[in-house]
């Protein structure tokens, strides 16, 4: 099966920086597109950024030049280095992979999701 772990979240006063990793592991064949979600208090969950596997990222206009995801197909991993933080960055992060394993019966497509990041800025 495929196991997704998170790390790099934490409390950082308001123009402060965090990054953000998500190490996929398991019998991964390939992995497509690679993103990161939030959702705040009382919020619905939201898009930040999602790096395909070819072509251009894509931001979420609040965070537009002051985000970057990135990734490594080597590792499996997915990051998001943050920058400029703002109370309204307050959220818990959740990454989403779309990837393709392989099992005993054969090779099959999925998404998945994080366990969640605490991301706390200051004011």
């Known amino acids: 099966q495929v196991q997704l772990v998170e790390s790099g979240g934490g409390l950082v006063q308001a123009g402060g920086s965090l990054r953000l990793s998500c190490a996929a592991s398991?019998?991964?064949?390939?992995?497509?597109?690679m993103g990161w979600y939030r959702q705040a208090p009382g919020k619905q969950r939201e898009l930040v950024a999602v790096i395909p596997s070819g072509g251009s990222t894509n931001y979420a206009d609040s965070v537009k030049g002051r985000f970057t995801i990135s990734r490594d197909n080597a590792k499996n991993t997915v990051y998001l280095q943050m920058n400029s933080l703002t109370p309204e960055d307050t959220a818990v992060y959740y990454c989403?992979?779309?990837?393709?394993?392989?099992?005993?019966?054969?090779?099959?497509?999925?998404?998945?999701w994080g366990q969640g990041t605490q991301v706390t800025v200051s004011s």
């Open positions: 989403n992979l779309d990837l393709t394993y392989l099992s005993g019966s054969g090779s099959f497509r999925g998404d998945y």
């Open positions: 398991g019998s991964i064949s390939s992995i497509n597109a």
